[in-house]
């Protein structure tokens, strides 16, 4: 029998021939031992189980997710012999794996993004009471998107919605969110809110959201952000960056756009409150009529009053000097001219007497 | 959409207004009837434009899964 001969450099080559034919991509679950980052651009790794350890190889920027000796991930990538004859796996992408390893690196990750003030309330914008375009990313297959879509519909209408559709699980899904994002933000006539939506699913199903690029994405949106991704539970990176975080995508769809018919029984008791409004207003004017009439009585009455007052107070100063008062008191009128030897007339109370003047003295 | 080029929030909005009226200091008992009328009248067609009216979706032609745009 032959044995096929190469050259090193050939053996090296064929054999990165064959494995790629092979397993041209592959995920592997282990733990990360010997994690560190050179030059600040190339990380390397052990990835290990029990009784095999294997070396990996990747790009800062690939790294999506915060990775740290002992965590468990699933890496994927290719299998590749270096020219110095060294077996690793080139890494495309990386995930935590196991609820330890994924709570792990989101604590990691949450803890970063907060200190940078991606999730600071001031950050936050609020949403249009009733929003005309409505941008929404998510799978059109999914559940999710489906309860999301009924109850816009059963909500509200006249609204224009575009739907990106995307993988909303896996490694490809972050930039494929991304890509939608970067879509609607660079359109000519922008939506005035992005949706994006996912239904709920395992923590490994949901862990697409905490993607650190795709919550920078959503933390640096132009146009307001409203999540609904997962069960009320759930809460990624993604919800704590989106300017409202709806607690599932049927929650979104209400917080997105009022009731119709909300808005109809509201209409309808702002005009029907208007009727006893108007009668209470004319009553309010009557009263003041009605007032105003009473006031003009007395102030006539009082007037007449006054005159009926006045002319009893003549009638008694007249009375004073009233001759005839005084005659009767014993007083007598006298008339004529008071010479002697004048006849005079002296008037009592009883009788009119003539008298002649004897005698006149001054006093 | 609506018939008219006016939205319902638009709609909604002048509703508001002519509510606003009674309150405020234009407030005319004569005039009163009239914007009323205007009012339950805006109210109906906001009733039969939310009744009616539906939603436009739209998927985006493009795809996601790569950079390429189509």
């Not at chain 1, 862990?207 to 650190?212: G, L, M, P, Q, V």
Request: contains cysteine.
């Amino acid at each position: 029998m032959v044995h096929p001969t190469f050259s090193v450099s050939d053996f090296v080559a064929i054999t990165n021939q064959t494995l790629e034919y092979a397993y041209p991509l592959i995920e592997v679950e282990g733990e990360v031992a010997s994690f560190k980052v050179n030059q600040g651009k190339f990380v390397f790794f052990d990835l290990k189980d029990e009784k095999a350890s294997v070396g990996c190889f990747m790009m800062v920027f690939q790294l999506r997710v915060p990775v740290e000796d002992g965590m468990r991930v699933v890496v994927t990538g290719s299998p590749k012999l270096t020219q110095w004859g060294k077996f690793s796996l080139t890494i495309k992408s990386i995930r935590p794996s196991g609820e330890g390893s994924i709570k792990k690196s989101f604590e990691i990750l949450k803890a970063r993004l907060d200190k940078e003030g991606l999730f600071a309330t001031d950050r936050k914008r609020s949403l249009p009471t009733v929003p005309r375009r409505v941008a929404v990313i998510s799978s059109p297959q999914a559940a999710g998107y489906a309860d999301f879509m009924k109850i816009v519909n059963d909500r509200w209408g006249g609204l224009h919605i575009d739907v990106a559709a995307v993988t909303v699980q896996g490694s490809d899904a972050p930039d494929q969110i991304i890509r939608a994002l970067n879509y609607f933000t660079t359109q000519e006539e922008l939506a005035d809110v992005i949706v994006i939506i996912r239904g709920g699913g395992s923590a490994d199903d949901l862990s697409a959201f905490n993607d650190e690029q795709l919550v920078r994405a959503v933390a640096a949106s132009r146009i307001p952000v409203l999540t609904g991704i997962g069960h009320e539970v759930d809460v990624s990176l993604c919800d704590l960056a989106a300017d409202v975080r709806a607690a599932t995508p049927s929650n979104a769809a209400q917080l997105l756009v009022p009731n119709r018919q909300d808005i109809v029984r509201q209409t309808q008791l702002q005009v029907q409150s208007l009727v006893p409004q108007v009668l209470g207003i004319i009553e309010r004017l009557r009263r003041q009529a009605e007032g105003k009439v009473e006031r003009a009585t007395e102030a006539t009455e009082e007037r007449v009053q006054d005159y009926y007052n006045q002319l009893a107070y003549t009638k008694r100063l007249l009375a004073e000097f009233d001759p005839m008062r005084a005659m009767q008191r014993g007083y007598a009128l006298i008339r004529g001219s008071a010479r002697v030897g004048e006849m005079i007339e002296i008037e009592t109370a009883k009788a009119i007497i003539e008298a002649e003047v004897k005698k006149y003295e001054q006093k | 959409m609506n018939k008219s080029d006016t939205t319902i929030q638009q709609k909604i909005d002048q509703l508001d207004a002519l509510v606003a009226w009674f309150d405020g200091d234009d407030f005319q008992l004569e005039q009163a009837s009239k914007k009323l009328q205007e009012a339950a009248k805006l109210a109906k067609s906001i009733e039969q434009d939310l009744n009616t009216v539906s939603n436009e979706v739209a998927q985006v032609k493009r795809s996601f899964a790569s950079d390429s745009a189509e």
